[in-house]
C-alpha cells in the first residue's frame, strides 16, 4: 500500500495542502492569506524534493495512468522551486496593489498540480485532465485584478483562445484513441509499430497543435503578448515558467514514448513550430515598447529554440531540450523579478523606456538587469549561452545544420531588442527613480543572476545539474 501511495506522493502533497488550505482560508478570512501564502511554499518545497527523499521511485500509479520516473522527478523539481519563488516575488506587488487574497495561493497549488500530472501522463486521459486542471486555474489567476479592464480582457481572451486549443487537443486525443483503440501510450506505440494510419498521423498534429499553445509556439501564439501585458506582472511571471516547462515535458515525453516510431512525421510539425515561432517572436518584439510584451514576444522565440533539439529527436535532443528550458527559466525568473522592482511613487511602470539612465540611479539593479538581459541574448560566458550551445549543437549533430543557420539568424536579430534595453539603461539621462524594492526581490534577482554566471557554479553545481539532466533525458529511453 506504502509502495504505490509512494508514486503519487508528490501530487497527494498538493492536492491535500490546496484543498485544506482552502478550507483554512475560508474559515479564517483574509488575515490568514500570509499564513497560507507559507504553508504554500513548504508544500510546493516539499512537492519539489519529495523524490529525492523517496529515493527516486520509478513505477506507475492509477491503472498505469501515471508513470513515475527520472525525466518526472526531475520536471518536478523545476516545477516546485520555480512555483515557490513565483509565490516569494508575488507578495510586494499583491499587497501593494491590495490584491492579496489567499485564494491566490490555493490556485496556483492546483496549477501546479494539474502541471505535474501533465509531466507524469501515461495515457491520453491524464494528458487532458493535467492540461484543463491548470488551465482553468492559469485563468482565474489572469484575471486577477478584476477591476482591471485589462485585467479582465486578459482573462476573458486566454480562456476563449485557451478552450479553441482545448478542442483542438480533445479532437486530437480522439482521433489518436479511435485508430488505436487504446489511451495508454504503451499499446498507442504498439499499434503505431506495426504502421501508422493517416488518420492516425492527422491526430497526432492535431495533438500537436493544441500543446504548442501551451507553449506560446507559432502560429497558436496569438494570445501571448495581450495576456502577458494585461495580467498582474506576478502572474505574467509565473506564466512565462512554469506552465511552459510542463508543456515542453509533456511534449517531449508524447514525442518519444507512444510516438516515437514515427519520428519522420512529427519532425516535419516541430521543425515547423520552431523556424515560424523563431522569426515570429524575434521580429514581433522589435516593435514593442512594454516590456512585458517583449518578454512575451521573447519567450515564442525561446520556445522555438527549445523545439530545436526535440527535432533532431532521440536522447540527446531531450537532454538539449531540458538544459535549455532550465536556463531559460532561472533567467526569466531574474528578469521579471527585476520587472517588478520597476516600481515609483505613482505604481508600477511598464515602459522600456522608464529604464532609461537607471545605471546612474539604481546601478546594483541596472548590472543584474543587463547580465539577465545578456544571457538571455545568449552571450558567452553566461549561462544563456551554453543553453542555445547545447540545444543548436544537438539539431547540428542530427544532421539538421540549415535550421541551426535559421536558428542563429533569428538570435542575431533577437539580440537587437535586448541590447536596445541595455542601452537604455547605461546610455540615457534619467527618466525615473524607482522606490526601494523589496529584500525578497532583491534576493531573487540577486540569485538569478549568481546562477547564470557560471565561472560562480561550475565547480559546485554545474556537472551535478547535467548529470541530473542527463539521467531524466535516458530515462525516457
Known sequence: MWEKIIFFLPELILAVTASNLLLFGVSGGQKRTDLVRYIGILALLAFAFSSFFLGMPVGTAFHDA???DNYGHYAKLILGLAAATALIFA???LLSEKLD??????????????????????NLLAIYIGIELQALALYIMAAWNRDSLRASEAGL??????????????????MVY???????FDRIATVIEDGASPGLIAGMVFMLCGLGFKISAAPFH???PDVYEGSPTPVTGFFAGAPKFAAMILIGRVLVGPFGGIEDQWQQVIVVFAVLSMFVGAIGALAQTNIKRLMAYSSI??????LVPLAAGGEAGIRGMLIFMSIYIITTVGIFACILQMRIRNGMVEQISDLAGLSKSNSGLAIILTILMFSLAGIPPLLGFFGKWYAFSTAADAGLLWLVVLAL???????FYYLRIIKNMWGDDVVNEFVEAPRSLRFITLASALLILPLMILPFSAQGALGLISTAAASLF
Not at 157 to 174: C, D, N, R
Request: glycine share 12%; net charge positive; proline share 1%.
Open 222 to 224: 496569438m494570445w501571448t
Open 101 to 122: 487574497k489567499y485564494e491566490y495561493t490555493v490556485l496556483l497549488l492546483y496549477a501546479v498540480l494539474g502541471m505535474s500530472i501533465m509531466v507524469s501522463a501515461n
Open 66 to 68: 501515471l508513470i513515475v
Open 157 to 174: 481572451k486566454y480562456f476563449v483562445l485557451g478552450a479553441l486549443s482545448s478542442g483542438l487537443l480533445l479532437y486530437g486525443l480522439s
Open 409 to 415: 539568424i533569428a538570435s542575431v536579430i533577437g539580440a
Open 178 to 184: 479511435g485508430f488505436t483503440g487504446s489511451l495508454d
Open 301 to 306: 522565440a525561446n520556445m522555438g529554440y527549445a
Open 91 to 93: 507578495r510586494p506587488y
